[in-house]
Structures are given as C-alpha cells and as structure tokens.
C-alpha cells in the first residue's frame, strides 16, 4: 500500500529492505520512528551514522569494532593457541553466548560460493593466513552445516594442513542446511565441547 506521503512511503522503503523485515512491519517501524520525540529520533539517525562511520573490522580478528583491536583480541585472558573461524560478527556473539569458548576468532565476512561468485580473494581468508604461526596449535571451523559452509571448510583444512596446525569442526547437532546465527545456545555449546577433528 502507497501512502499520500513520499518520504513516508521511502521511510517504509528503507525499514522493508532489512533482513527479516516485511511491509507490514516496515510500516510499523516507520510509524513509531514519527511518533517518537524528536531528541529520540534524531539520536537514532545519528547512531547509524556514526555506527557507519566508526565501526570498522578488527586488524587481528576481522570483527567489527570501533577500536584498531576488538576487546577479545586485546585481552590477555583469551587462549592464543585456539583460533575459532566463523562466517560473521554475528556468530562471534552466538558463541561468546555460550561461556564455554575462551580462545580468539577469526572472522571470514562470508563463505565461498562459487555459484555466487564469491572466490577465496572475496573473504578474509589470506588474513587467516598470516595469523597461523607457532603459537597457533588449533582451529575450530564453526561454519554453518550448508554447502557453502561445508566447501569453506574443506577449503580453509586444505590450506591448514601444510601448517601441522590441528583443525576441529562443530560437532553433530547443528541442523544440516542450518545457520550458525540462529542455534540455540545449548546446543551451540555442545557442538563445541564434542568438536570432532577433519
């Protein structure tokens, strides 16, 4: 449905164009943003441009943080030897959810997708790479159980391999064609207690 109003219908626009989002509920969002206090709504328009402009991938890790270094890269409680790759920011804090994790990560902002065009050069694998060193002495492949994330996997344990670094992967219980993002937190963690080796 069209309204009279066109930056309402480009507001509207906007809200739908998010993941998850549909008219309905993009029109909802719309309406609330008009009907909050304008310090309120000028806060909100300001925080995604500042989000925008300040947050930036983590030089070690490949995270999203505002600092050169996320938090969990910085820290000196974190297990160097242990480096747990995931597709994206998102799953960093599914797992983070568990309490049961406490080496570093490293995230690949994608899988490969050759149908998709997305190649090895498209993801942050060479930075992977450069972090594999003595003190490196396993990686934990927690990529979702889908194609895309099975061929990542293959991919990254093949260019592991020559490194003698031990390479683990989720145990079973995550739903095959499933997402990492959306496991419930128990299950997540005994994915990772029973992790398997490739």
Known sequence: MKY??????????HFAALPGIGLKS???MAFYVLDIEDSRAKDFAETILKARESIKKCTVCQTLTEDEVCMICSGNSRDKSTICIVESPKDVISIEKTKIYHGNYHVLHGLLSPINGVTPDDITIKQLISRLDESVSEIILALSPNVDGEATAMYISRLIKPFGIK????????PVGGELEYTDSITLQKAIEFRVGI
């Open 4 to 13: 009279s109003s066109v930056l309402l219908n480009k507001l509207i626009e």
């Open 26 to 28: 993009a029109a909802k």
């Open 167 to 174: 390479v683990s992967r989720l145990a079973s219980g995550l």
